[in-house]
């Protein structure tokens, strides 16, 4: 399954609200991941099952989605928000990544 | 809290074989899925292969561009995953993570990941 990302660059400013789109090639229920990466540093899960804000992480970010179409929103950036993030499906093998959408300041 | 510290990377020249090592604790590792996640420099990120529990008999799936040269592995005893690496190429470059796998609905996610090892092979 591939997962296509859109941007795949974003410039913003810091209080802006964002939004990340993720499309599967096909189908895949509910079973995507929203990953975040700083660079040289490994990647922190923020989102699962399409929606669930994993435990910890600021509630300025939400998933949404099913099927195809996915969507991360960061409701007011913040300084430490701008980073690399990865949408993933975990529905069927082979796992696989979007090719990343880097958040830069504008 | 849970850690996981990946060990073994290193320069290897093409054809050849490296053993990278995860070395986990904080929490019930013969509970999990466990896998390896690799990131080329300046590229993004690609699974490379997991190792299901004991409760599903350790059975294995990989990446097509891994199959038939690299081998996930696991010891509970030690709380240690494996992922023997064979015939390696210079496209096998990266960083390479270990990664704790999380079921929801009995569909596995990555929730936890380690710092990574670098492997590089060149001549």
């Known amino acids: 399954i591939q997962l296509t990302q859109s941007p795949s660059s974003l410039s913003a400013s810091v209080g802006d609200r964002v939004t990340i789109t993720c499309r599967a090639s096909?189908?895949?229920?509910?079973?995507l991941a929203w990953y975040q990466q700083k660079p040289g540093k490994a990647p922190k899960l923020l989102t699962y099952g399409a929606s669930t804000l994993q435990s910890g992480v600021p509630s300025r970010f939400s998933g949404s989605g099913s099927g195809r179409d996915f969507t991360l929103t960061i409701s007011s950036l913040q300084p430490e928000d701008f980073a690399t993030y990865y949408c993933q499906q975990f529905n069927i093998y082979p796992l696989t990544f979007g090719q990343g959408t880097r958040l830069e300041i504008k | 809290e849970v850690q996981l510290v990946e060990s073994g990377g290193g320069l290897v020249q093409p054809g050849g074989s490296l053993r990278l090592s995860c070395a986990a604790s904080g929490f019930t590792f013969i509970d999990h899925y466990m896998d390896w996640v690799r990131q080329a420099p300046g590229k993004g990120l690609e699974w490379v292969g997991r190792?299901?529990?004991?409760?599903?008999?350790?059975?294995?799936e990989y990446a097509a561009s891994v199959r038939g040269r690299f081998t996930i592995s696991r010891d509970d005893s030690k709380n240690s995953l494996y992922l023997q690496m064979n015939s390696l190429t210079t496209e096998d470059t990266a960083v390479y993570y270990c990664?704790?796998?999380?079921?929801?609905?009995?569909?596995?996610?990555?929730?936890?990941w380690g710092q990574g090892t670098l492997v590089t092979v060149s001549s």
């Open positions: 096909e189908g895949i229920s509910s079973y």
């Open positions: 990664a704790r796998a999380f079921p929801f609905n009995n569909h596995w996610y990555f929730d936890c």
């Open positions: 190792t299901r529990n004991k409760a599903n008999s350790y059975t294995t």
